[in-house]
């Protein structure tokens, strides 16, 4: 599952982390599940509640939004463009600049996601990249 990737980052010079953005307990819960699918790799959390993710091996950094989250789009904000959607958040930044700190790398990935297994990945220059190959339309890795 997680072997190859984690095999071919400790052959490389450069280190690499997961990091994900985790408030509100729907979204703390979602994440302890998706950083229990991939414990072998280090994580980088931004969370509200950092006591949550006390027994997992990861550092939880305690993060206060600076504008709305998911929920606040789904019960206070009305949609817009004919109901498809709302505006867009980006407190995600921060859970990436917090990893690049302490890493070469950063690899975002969203707390609703869960990991089957991880394709090969290409070497990753240091900073932020997409690769658009390990990309699927499936919230599932």
Known sequence: MLNRLFDRVQSRPMNVCFCTLAIN????????????????????????EPNDFVDLPVRAIRHVPTGPMAIVFQTR????????????????????????????????????TRIR????????????????SSHRSSPII
């Open 25 to 48: 307990p729907p979204y703390r819960q979602r994440a302890q599940s998706l950083i229990a699918d991939a414990l072998a790799m280090p994580w980088i959390v931004l969370t509200d």
């Open 77 to 112: 904000i009305p949609g817009t463009g004919n109901g498809r959607g709302g505006p867009a958040y980006h407190d995600k930044r921060f859970a990436l600049q917090a990893a690049l700190k302490e890493f070469d790398t950063a690899i975002f990935i969203d707390a609703d």
């Open 117 to 132: 297994s991880v394709p090969r990945l290409p070497r990753f220059r240091p900073g932020i990249a997409v690769d658009k």
